[in-house]
């Protein structure tokens, strides 16, 4: 009786804190997600800033890029 006087409360605390560490990961990486985007910090944002090519249709940009608002950015497929 004594070993489960000892047993029962860690199996109630793993259940218990188990859940709440997932949602306590989950909700820092969707932060992170969300700050990354508002800094403008994902990739393809600095990919399309990076395009300096001007363009006046599609033809005027290399292979797999297109031509929008006058200037060559990646193709999205």
Do not use: H, W
């Not at 860690?10 to 990354?36: C, D, K, W």
């Not at 990739?43 to 006058?70: F, H, M, Q, R, W």
């Amino acid at each position: 009786m004594e070993g489960l006087n000892l047993v029962f409360p860690a199996v109630v605390t793993a259940l218990f804190l188990f859940p709440v560490a997932f949602i306590v990961y989950v909700n820092a990486g969707g932060s992170y997600r969300a700050l990354q985007y508002f800094l403008g910090e994902r990739k393809a944002n600095k990919l399309e800033e990076t395009s300096s090519s001007l363009c006046s249709i599609d033809d005027d940009c290399p292979s797999g890029y297109v031509c929008v608002n006058g200037r060559c950015m990646p193709a999205r497929f």
